[in-house]
């Protein structure tokens, strides 16, 4: 998708310019899911301080408030991970491919190409070898008695 004009020259007289982002933007499910899990989290921090005044004015009100400050930390400690495994189910289901492991698949690939080449020249080598030898009588270098075998 080409960028718009407007981003490269800015006109004169306006405020600000607006620059592409240098990241894309994250998708939706897991957007929503960060969302929730921030309000979550500062729902969590305000229980906290309001159960933290509470305990020190010895208010009758501080044990429902550290309770619900435990169960706001389990709820706030479910939400970040539901964050990190919405992002993990996205990138799996969408095909994200990071750079370090798209170039390591493609060296793999290379170097395996140069193994499948070398062996299939040992192989015409052999045959070569193998059809000026056809007549001749020769005996195996090997010792006669049970192959064993590494496998």
Request: charge should be positive; aromatic fraction near 6%; proline fraction near 7%.
């Amino acid at each position: 998708m080409p960028a718009d004009p407007s981003f490269d020259a800015p006109e004169a007289g306006t405020l600000w310019t607006v620059e592409p982002a240098v990241r894309p933007p994250l998708p939706e499910p897991v957007r929503t899911a960060a969302v929730r899990a921030g309000i979550i989290v500062a729902v969590t921090l305000i229980t906290a301080m309001v159960a933290f005044f509470c305990t020190m004015a010895a208010v009758w009100a501080a044990l429902p408030a550290v309770l619900t400050t435990v169960a706001m930390t389990i709820a706030a400690t479910w939400s970040v991970l539901d964050v990190w495994i919405t992002r993990q189910v996205w990138n799996q289901r969408h095909g994200v491919v990071s750079v370090p492991s798209s170039t390591a698949r493609a060296l793999r690939r290379e170097r395996r190409r140069a193994r499948r080449a070398a062996r299939a020249a040992a192989r015409e080598a052999a045959r070569k070898t193998a059809g000026k030898t056809a007549g001749k009588t020769t005996r195996s270098s090997r010792p006669a008695g049970r192959r064993l075998s590494s496998v």
